[in-house]
């Protein structure tokens, strides 16, 4: 074990990939600089408001924030002006790892293995292929973990509570404890684990890597039990250690026992809406503009909405095709319904998310050639950046239509229970993490089942009024549960106690 003596003098640092801050190269030669996107960064921001000893570290993820972060001393991009005024005081290190690096280890581990690892979406007739190619990519996603545990080192004061936060730093907490046992570790997987029947995919000395990398923290968080239970699942299965699953009056999740004997807290975070911040947000004026827009199209019609990103595992090609049968099943159903599509691009630099997203609007061109008519459009697909748009969808929302293949939490369903303005009912794929919160009151549905989703989507349309508002008091009450902001205070608050 490598013992350093501390240099840093944060008491809390935060380690993520993407950071709470984004620069821009425009066309003047000045950086242009915007907060971090998503409820969640906002939250945790928040959680460390008026700290003066935090430090957040993430990677530069283009090429403006690389060029940036080498000109300043220890990349602090916090002490440009501009970026200071948007993130309330909290000091952030960019780390300027060099391209090839980030691009093997984001694209060609964290997103092109991990994640399909954690959502079950591998094809393995055809792949994956763990090749000499692969090997050079883990090396990679090694060396990034490890650029990151190195700068954690360079913050923390003695004693320092570490948040790593998601799959894109499996292996920092084990590198960072080498170097400083000193601190409490904490990390936070946003996904799904994978069952312990399916994560041996992974190559043995990758899967057991992986898992040590974890266990260097000492409290590891995820968003339900499921997902908890399936990670101590591939404690026990894999690495052989002792696992305790957590009983009775015991916060949900469990322990472990490391493979250098510590102790490992395994917990679980459920994260809720920051009601107060939806609905300010959603009242702003490119929302209400967006909601207008959004009101001529619909008409007094019924509204199923669905707000994702174009990731294989959202399964939107499947919710298309439920929307397609339902309609050809229900033809009293033409003219009184429009399904808004929000579909976001995501991680286009991978051959088969554009392929998806083809998929995505072919599909959609093909239902509406199928269905409309000079009074009716059938279905909106929306396949640009729209935050404003989807917002106001989601207050127009009869129906949420969140089918994933598997997913986390999906906070899509709970921002719409909060939203909506018609007491939507979400038909809800039982493999998001959100069904273990709302699966009593949202239709449940089998993701891969589109003649059950197109049944569930008329159930939820069909729905006595009554029965419906009841349901909807009860998914709001549900979907506020710990906002982002008390979710991560809870985890700061449980290592720094530990």
Known sequence: MENRTPQGNARLVV????????????????????????GLVTGMLGALHGRDDVVWVCAALNDAERSLARELENNRVSDVPAAAELLDGVRVRMLPIDATTFRQAYNGIANSALWYLSHMLYDTARSPVFDIGWRRQWGAYRRYNQSFAESLDAECAEGASVMIQDYHLDLAPAQLR??????????????????????????????????????????????TVRWASAFLDCCRDVLRVPVHYSEGDEPAGGLVTAPDGRSVQVRVFPLGVDVQAMKERSQQRDSLARMRTLQRIVGDRAVITRVD???????????????????????????????????????????????????????????????????????????????????SGLRLADVLLVNPIRDGMNLVVKEGCVLSERDAIPVLSRQAGAADELGEDAIMINPFDVTATAGAIRLALEMPAVEKRLRAERLRAASQGASPHDWFRAQIDAVSIN
């Open 309 to 391: 990103r174009t990731e294989l595992s959202k399964n939107i090609v499947r919710g298309l095709l439920a929307y397609r049968e339902f309609l050809r099943a229900n033809p009293n159903w033409h003219n009184r319904v429009v399904h808004l599509a929000f579909a976001y691009p995501s991680r286009h630099d991978l051959a088969d998310y554009r392929a998806y997203t083809a998929d995505v609007k072919r599909l959609a061109d093909e239902i509406d050639d199928e269905f409309g008519t000079d009074e009716w459009t059938p279905l909106k697909l929306e396949v640009e950046n729209d935050y404003a748009g989807s917002l």
């Open 178 to 223: 080498a170097r400083r046992p000193d601190l409490r570790i904490a990390h936070f997987t946003h996904t799904p684990w994978s069952p312990s029947d399916y994560f041996p995919i992974l190559p043995d000395d990758v899967g057991s890597e992986l898992l040590t990398g974890l266990l260097g923290a000492d409290l590891l968080g995820f968003h």
């Open 15 to 38: 380690a993520s990939n993407r950071g709470p801050i984004e620069v821009r190269a425009v066309a003047d030669g000045q950086d242009e600089f915007d907060r971090g996107g998503g």
